[in-house]
């Protein structure tokens, strides 16, 4: 692991942190950011391996949010999309001093599809896995074709997600191997309830990859949390839905 790292912050107001998921960057909160910079001070970067960060490394979720601990604001608001949020979890919970607030966007504590819960079936993360070696720019696009799966704005999505990924230099193969990894062995469900931030879970109704059975599980596991749930949007509420994506923010965060 590495310490060189480049964050960039913009606004005024109460802190809050943005982290993106696996196999994108920070171009993603292209339109979210000037919006949100109106009424706090945004902190964001590309995780180690990725962008602006293609030469900082790490090796485990740990790794990754220790990093991310370093320069990030003492008390903020973390924010986290789809893998991102399990990484704003984790900081939620070995740093609950550092997060105020804990928002997690179209993410779950268990990404992996298993018998007691819905997500992404092993096969398709295995594929992910082999056809990464093979292909990084289909496999990055059959991933935003994912995302956007549903979605009634899906081609304006996935060309939106598209143009974000290409705006930054290519991740590193070890960091996406390592996201992969993550997707399909970290589960945070039993570690959730030493939360004790304030907890907002976001969804897609439409979602392919996060299932939206998956939210009234956690609503009866954690009942401290809060959800809301985007009727037509599918992964990437931010994209398809901005207006109401930024008022469930600001109405949270008040």
């Known amino acids: 692991m590495t310490s060189q790292f480049n964050w960039h ?5 109460p802190d809050l942190v943005l982290i ?32 602006d ?27 986290g999309w789809s893998l991102g949020g399990v990484i704003a979890t984790q900081a939620a919970l070995v740093a609950p001093q550092r997060v105020t607030q804990l928002i997690t966007v179209a993410s779950s504590p268990c990404f992996r599809s298993q018998t007691d819960w819905m997500g992404i079936q092993p096969r398709v993360l295995a594929n992910f896995q082999l ?5 990084f720019a289909l496999t990055i696009e059959r991933f935003l074709v994912l995302q956007a799966l549903g979605s009634q704005t899906a081609k304006e999505d996935i060309r939106q997600l598209k143009a974000a990924v290409l705006s ?16 399909e062995t970290v589960d945070l ?27 009234p599980l956690l609503g009866a596991l954690y009942p401290q949390s809060q959800s809301y749930i985007f009727a037509n949007a599918s992964h ?3 994209i398809s839905h901005l207006d109401e994506f930024i008022t469930v923010i600001k109405n949270f965060m008040t």
């Open 9 to 13: 912050c913009e606004g005024q107001g």
């Open 20 to 51: 993106h998921g696996w196999g994108m960057n920070t171009g993603v909160w292209q339109d979210v950011i000037p919006r949100l910079s109106q009424h706090y001070c945004v902190h964001w970067c590309d995780l180690p391996g990725y962008g």
């Open 53 to 79: 960060n293609g030469n900082a490394s790490a090796t485990s979720l740990n790794d990754i949010v220790e990093l991310l601990l370093v320069q990030a604001p003492e008390k903020a608001v973390w924010l």
């Open 131 to 135: 056809q990464l070696v093979a292909d």
């Open 168 to 183: 930054r230099p290519q991740p590193q193969l070890a960091a996406l191997t390592l996201g992969l990894e993550l997707l």
């Open 189 to 215: 469900r039993q570690s959730l309830t030493a939360l004790s931030q304030p907890w907002l879970r976001l969804y897609g109704r439409l979602d392919a990859l996060v299932p939206i059975k998956t939210e």
């Open 236 to 238: 990437a509420p931010f």
